[in-house]
């Protein structure tokens, strides 16, 4: 079946510019989590969804940052006046719930670039 | 808060030599511990994983066990092949962050013929 499903794989922005970023979580999956994976700091957790619900939104980096999710499926990231340091690989997974320990099955990620 | 701390690499092995990533972690509950692996050009999978201390992971060939009283979570094979190049996460979840993922740095491990 399908796996979670991320567009853009790629984007390229300039400076100052709005970006959303869109995960499509595997049919059935009511956790959704979002990564970022950069050189300087690794892999770092962001923020989950349980439904529609994000209990716990500490993870993002700064207020420029916001993600929702629609209908217990579709998530948007959104990074609002990127900076250059927004420049990473954007990670998505899903699982069947955050609280029943299901594993992860992540996407391909969005590869965005800030110029 | 909770932490994974693994080898920083990268490790260079030859094709069936043993292999060890080390992984230690600190956490205040009862995590589950993950490997995670990333091949090249590919995104990132589960490889294996514990739930509980004393628990061992296995799967293609790699084994890891649950050592609460280490605190680690070490990664093993006996016998690497050059299709194990790739990068391999270390990672932590527990239910007070929803299961969410902890991960380490990551090790590169390149495996030449």
């Known amino acids: 079946g399908a796996g979670v499903s991320q567009s853009p794989s790629n984007k390229v922005t300039e400076k100052g510019k709005d970006v959303e970023l869109r995960c499509d979580p595997i049919?059935?999956?009511?956790?959704l989590y979002w990564y970022r994976q950069s050189l300087g700091q690794g892999l770092e957790f962001l923020i989950y969804?349980?439904?529609?619900?994000?209990?716990?939104k500490s993870g993002l980096p700064s207020d420029r940052f916001s993600a929702e999710r629609t209908g217990g499926s579709v998530s948007t990231l959104t990074i609002q006046r990127t900076q250059q340091e927004d420049s990473a690989v954007y990670l998505c997974?899903?699982?069947?719930?955050?609280?029943?320990?299901?594993?992860?099955?992540f996407g391909d990620g969005t590869r965005l670039s800030i110029l | 808060g909770d932490s994974v701390t693994q080898m920083e690499g990268p490790v260079t092995l030859s094709e069936e030599a043993f292999l060890t990533i080390n992984c230690t972690y600190t956490?205040?509950?009862?995590?589950?511990l993950f490997w995670y692996v990333q091949y090249p050009g590919e995104g990132l999978q589960l490889l294996l994983k514990?739930?509980?201390?004393?628990d061992k992971g296995s799967n293609k060939g790699f084994e890891a066990t649950y050592r609460k009283e280490t605190t680690s979570f070490h990664l093993e094979k006996g016998s690497v092949q050059v299709s194990d190049s790739a990068v391999y996460f270390c990672?932590?979840?527990?239910?007070?962050?929803?299961?969410?993922?902890?991960f380490g740095k990551g090790t590169s491990l390149l495996v030449t013929p």
């Open positions: 514990a739930t509980k201390a004393d």
């Open positions: 990672a932590l979840s527990d239910q007070n962050s929803g299961y969410a993922l902890n």
């Open positions: 956490a205040t509950g009862y995590p589950s």
């Open positions: 997974a899903s699982s069947l719930g955050a609280y029943s320990n299901q594993p992860q099955h």
């Open positions: 049919s059935g999956h009511t956790a």
């Open positions: 969804f349980q439904g529609n619900s994000a209990p716990d």
